[in-house]
């Protein structure tokens, strides 16, 4: 476990809370919305960290609301512990994409399948290039401008990938 006491989900988790409390709806809604680009969290995820963050004392949960909607608020504690993680050593990333696992596996597939999922792929990354393009420009217009920086990085990875798919063999 890092100096910090939070892996990277429950990071995100305090970090989206500095905006101000939230449920855990609320809280996998906003991080789709900035952070999902790039990095996924699961509603599991969410729900499993957001009660061992209470536990300690990183998050305050406040008065259910309708439907039994739990807010969680960030408390100092959570700050300081967020303040930590955001000044350790990042961890490694790992690179995690379906269609590349696809065509290591390219021996044993006709070139018809590879050539239909690659294509399925391009027209997936050309939408969500698109899609983050209208976002950045709306999120820089606002004044948004780090969480705008990290759509960048998303914009440049499908890029590659498009331009990845454009070369990668089916035969």
């Known amino acids: 476990m ?3 006491g939070v892996n990277a989900t429950a990071a995100a988790l305090l970090g989206l809370l500095h905006d ?7 809280l996998m809604a906003e991080a789709d919305r900035r952070l999902g680009a790039y990095w996924s969290m699961t509603r599991s995820q969410v729900y499993r960290e957001l009660p061992a963050l209470a536990d300690m004392g990183y ?3 406040g008065k ?7 807010p969680y608020s960030i408390t100092p504690s959570g700050r300081r512990a967020f ?7 990042p961890a490694r990333e790992a690179v995690r994409n379906p269609v590349v696992l696809r065509a290591a596996f390219g021996n044993l597939q006709t070139p018809n399948t590879l050539a239909s999922a690659y294509a399925e792929a391009a027209d997936y990354h ?3 290039l698109a899609d983050l393009r209208e976002t950045v420009k709306t999120m820089k217009r606002d004044g948004d401008t780090f969480t705008a ?3 960048e990085f998303a914009i440049g990875y499908h890029k590659a990938v ?3 798919l454009k070369t990668a063999p089916t035969k």
């Open 83 to 89: 303040s930590r993680w955001l000044n350790e050593e």
């Open 149 to 151: 920086a990290a759509q």
């Open 20 to 26: 101000g409390p939230m449920t855990g709806g609320q």
């Open 64 to 70: 259910p609301g309708p439907r039994s909607s739990q």
């Open 2 to 4: 890092p100096e910090s």
């Open 162 to 164: 498009l331009a990845w």
């Open 59 to 61: 998050v305050r949960m």
């Open 126 to 128: 050309s939408q969500a």
